[in-house]
Antibody, heavy 118, light 111 residues
Framework: EVQLVESGGGLIQPGGSLRLSCAAS????????MSWVRQAPGKGLEWVSV???????HYVDSVKGRFTISRDNSNNTLYLQMNSLRAEDTAVYYC????????????WGQGTLVTVSS | QSVLTQPPSVSGAPGQRVTISCTGS?????????VHWYQQLPGTAPKLLIY???NRPSGVPDRFSGSKSGTSASLAISGLQAEDEADYYC???????????FGTGTKVTVL
């Protein structure tokens, strides 16, 4: 059974850093496209970042240079390193597996809340 | 940056049919990229509802159907039920952004 479990969210001051983790089971992270999607309180879904099976990465413009997506093959875990956090980064962050054929998000985690506030 | 536009809300009585539109552009839906739809119940993660424009994952009732034409797509819910009350999002890929895009989201209310 495919399962994704996020952790690492919390309250952080503006300018601070946080690392989110997404532990996967039932499939191999490194063989798949993996992504982070966020949802600000009361708002819609926003794609944040993707790491492809070959290792290349892409980001939405608003987080470029501040966020880094990576994976640990030995732990079958996806990460999102978030630096220089801003109030507008406050959101529930979901990790999701991306089907490589037609770019659909077929499995999602339960999400972890990041609150950026002083 | 939502580049796919959806109506903020739609509503219908139980048993009725409602449709949700998703309007994109020549760099996403119009470029031939597939459209997928997600259902998000309150307080839960999104769930894949329709993939590849028209396909339903196992377990999704056939009351839900999708279509795509040109730079737009649509989700139809027939025989509306109380448990269909949720937020719905379309999603595609955008070649000019080299990334994935979601619709603005539509709240479905069952009257």
């Amino acid at each position: 059974e495919v399962q994704l479990v996020e952790s690492g969210g919390g309250l952080i001051q503006p300018g601070g850093s946080l690392r989110l983790s997404c532990a996967a089971s039932g499939f191999t992270v490194s063989s798949n496209y993996m992504s982070w999607v966020r949802q600000a309180p009361g708002k819609g879904l926003e794609w944040v970042s993707v790491i492809y099976s070959g290792g290349s990465t892409h980001y939405v413009d608003s987080v470029k240079g501040r966020f880094t997506i990576s994976r640990d093959n030995s732990n079958n875990t996806l990460y999102l390193q978030m630096n220089s956090l801003r109030a507008e980064d406050t959101a529930v962050y979901y990790c999701a597996r991306v089907n490589s054929g037609i770019y659909r998000f077929d499995y999602w985690g339960q999400g972890t809340l990041v609150t950026v506030s002083s | 940056q939502s580049v796919l536009t959806q109506p903020p809300s739609v509503s219908g009585a139980p048993g009725q049919r409602v449709t949700i539109s998703c309007t994109g552009s020549s760099s996403n839906i119009g470029a031939g990229y597939d459209v997928h739809w997600y259902q998000q119940l309150p307080g839960t993660a999104p769930k894949l509802l329709i993939y590849g424009n028209t396909n339903r994952p196992s377990g999704v009732p056939d009351r839900f159907s999708g279509s795509k034409s040109g730079t737009s797509a649509s989700l139809a819910i027939s025989g509306l039920q109380a448990e269909d009350e949720a937020d719905y999002y379309c999603q595609s890929y955008d070649s000019s952004l080299s990334g994935y895009v979601f619709g603005t989201g539509t709240k479905v209310t069952v009257l």
